[in-house]
């Protein structure tokens, strides 16, 4: 039912940068893509969004394609506490309300 | 500004119980969303609340219902416990419901059903 595909695992040097694919093929018009990450079953935690251009914040980048069938997370320098899996989510607005459907995420591991 | 909490944060129920988690939402927030977490899985959408009333529902049976009051902090009932029922609830808030609304989530109640 996720409306995101995601790698399962990915390793990244500390130091480098990392980035995380999403592919969100079915995405519509309205729908924004979102970022979290969860670290240690502790609540998921806000990175960033956007529709249809890149953002840039203080924790991270997102680039989106100019189909938006697909993103990609950047942390530019990653460090050992980046560790945690990220969740690459559509909000799905419907008649009535909206979902939102997480997948599986990917568990990103950081190694010094 | 004070964030999403969570209460309790771990509970033990048996089969066949009713449980009450409850949540407050972050300040100047009017919305709450519900989630459901296995072990080693992504959360699950339960349902959401805005201004009171429910406006979205994942594929959860009725057993799974909620409550929203009118400082915006909610609560989710679940009757009938089954053992697949435990996990980590989750709660997540924000302000509208407007798809450019980012969520705040709390640290979770891990209920568990023996």
């Known amino acids: 039912d996720a409306k995101t595909t995601q790698p399962p695992s990915m390793d990244c040097a500390e130091g480098r940068a990392a980035n995380l694919p999403c592919n969100h093929s079915?995405?519509?018009?309205?729908?924004?893509v979102y970022w979290y990450r969860q670290i240690h079953s502790q609540g998921p935690q806000y990175i960033i969004h956007?529709?249809?251009n890149n953002e840039t914040n203080e924790m991270a980048s997102l680039i989106i394609t100019e189909d938006r069938k697909s993103s990609t997370l950047i942390l530019p320098h990653a460090t050992l506490r980046d560790t945690a899996v990220y969740y690459c989510?559509?909000?799905?607005?419907?008649?009535?309300?909206?979902?939102?459907?997480f997948g599986a995420g990917t568990r990103l591991f950081v190694k010094a | 500004e004070t964030g999403v909490t969570q209460s309790p944060t771990h509970l033990i129920k048996t089969r066949g119980q009713q449980v009450t988690l409850r949540c407050s939402s972050q300040?100047?927030?009017?919305?709450v969303s519900w989630y459901q977490q296995a072990l080693g899985q992504g959360p699950q959408f339960i349902f959401q609340?805005?201004?009171?009333?429910?406006?979205g529902r994942g594929n959860f049976p009725p057993r799974f219902s909620g409550l929203q009051f009118p400082n915006y902090s909610s609560e989710l009932n679940v009757n009938a416990l089954e053992l697949d029922d435990s996990a980590l609830y989750l709660c997540?808030?924000?302000?509208?419901?407007?798809?450019?609304?980012?969520?705040?989530f709390g640290s979770g109640t891990r209920l568990t059903v023996v």
């Open positions: 956007g529709l249809k």
């Open positions: 989510i559509v909000r799905v607005d419907y008649t009535g309300g909206f979902k939102t459907i």
């Open positions: 609340y805005y201004r009171e009333e429910e406006n």
């Open positions: 997540a808030s924000s302000f509208g419901t407007q798809a450019n609304y980012g969520y705040t």
């Open positions: 079915t995405i519509s018009g309205n729908e924004y």
């Open positions: 300040s100047g927030h009017n919305t």
